[in-house]
T-cell receptor, first 113, second 114 residues
Framework: DADVTQTPRNRITKTGKRIMLECSQT?????MYWYRQDPGLGLRLIYY???????NKGEISDGYSVSRQAQAKFSLSLESAIPNQTALYFC????????????FGPGTRLTVL | GESVGLHLPTLSVQEGDNSIINCAYS??????FIWYKQESGKGPQFIID?????DKRQGQRVTVLLNKTVKHLSLQIAATQPGDSAVYFC?????????????FGKGTKLSVIP
């Protein structure tokens, strides 16, 4: 089984709809992250959480919100989706320490019409 | 603002040759750098990392070089194989008490010619 899973893997929605993307991990990591990736661009950090009670904005948090329901779960919400939020979304996990390696999920492709 | 970028968006190499992928960064305070590999349809996968107090680090078939004087990072892949074909991203991290900033570069697509 995959260590970091994302649901759904693909989603098409309409402008103005509320969308939730979910991420679960079995790695036991405290840190979780949400990124978006646009064609021809690198990943950009949306939100990150260093533990269940810690939520921090990343580079591009406007239009998004997150919830850390448990150590293993970190969900990303788009309260009112807009077309420029069409992108590939990745969840990642990591641990505190010398090695800052992050482990990525398979991604969710979101299309907002 | 400060950003991480790449000199070349695409790179084609012959199988068996060495590959060099470059990355420029502008935040001199960044204390940690990572190279990721992303294959089509998959999430990024960690390759190798280097701390800012180092100038070279080697892994299996890969070497990362850090030149802080010119703010340049490179990834060298020895004896490039078809399975190395992917998009490669560098990322810089600035971390400290109560803060965390990570910036990815735009990526270089490596194509290996059989």
């Amino acid at each position: 089984d995959a260590d970091v899973t994302q649901t759904p893997r693909n989603r098409i929605t309409k402008t103005g709809k509320r969308i939730m993307l979910e991420c679960s991990q079995t790695k036991g990591h405290d840190r979780m992250y949400w990124y978006r990736q646009d064609p021809g661009l690198g990943l950009r950090l949306i939100y990150y959480s260093f533990d269940v009670k810690d939520i921090n904005k990343g580079e591009i948090s406007d239009g998004y919100s997150v919830s850390r329901q448990a150590q293993a779960k970190f969900s990303l919400s788009l309260e009112s989706a807009i077309p420029n939020q069409t992108a590939l979304y990745f969840c990642a996990t990591g641990i505190e320490g010398q090695v800052k390696e992050q482990f990525f999920g398979p991604g969710t492709r979101l299309t907002v019409l | 603002g400060e950003s991480v970028g790449l000199h070349l968006p695409t790179l084609s190499v012959q199988e068996g040759d060495n590959s060099i992928i470059n990355c420029a960064y502008s935040n001199s305070a960044s204390d940690y750098f990572i190279w990721y590999k992303q294959e089509s349809g998959k999430g990024p996968q960690f390759i190798i990392d280097i701390r800012s107090n180092m100038d070279k680090r080697q892994g299996q078939r890969v070497t990362v070089l850090l030149n802080k004087t010119v703010k340049h990072l490179s990834l060298q892949i020895a004896a490039t194989q078809p399975g190395d074909s992917a998009v490669y991203f560098c990322a810089e991290i600035l971390s400290g008490a109560g803060s965390y900033q990570l910036t990815f570069g735009k990526g270089t697509k490596l194509s290996v010619i059989p």
